[in-house]
């Protein structure tokens, strides 16, 4: 079996605050998803030490919110993940990195994939 092993080395391009707010949680309830394909990812924003946004391929964008604090996410921005599967599931676990020394800090659970919908401004 072939396992792939994914090193990510994000630029946060959001910072805290301008995010906009997400959709009503029922509305989004049954689009959750359990598992996000690697090919259809195209980047991957770590927003804060909870919190990832995952850009896909198109205009589709999945937030996970980890269960807890993962410590030196945001500060770091950069993480590994291992799996033999080719997706991001909400079982998987991410290390993060420290890219200066080359050495993993912790592990950190994933939580569900919930569809990004970015608010409509009026003008």
Known sequence: MLKSTLALLTAVGLTL???PALADDHANAEK???CLSISRIDRIEVVDDNTLLF???GK???INKLPYRCAGLKSRGTFLHETSLQSYCDLDTITVIDPS???RL???PLGEFTPYVE???AE
């Open 17 to 19: 605050g301008t995010m």
């Open 32 to 34: 959750k998803r359990n």
């Open 55 to 57: 850009h896909m391929h």
């Open 60 to 62: 589709e964008k999945y």
């Open 101 to 103: 020394l080359g050495m």
């Open 106 to 108: 912790g592990s950190c």
């Open 119 to 121: 608010e409509v401004k």
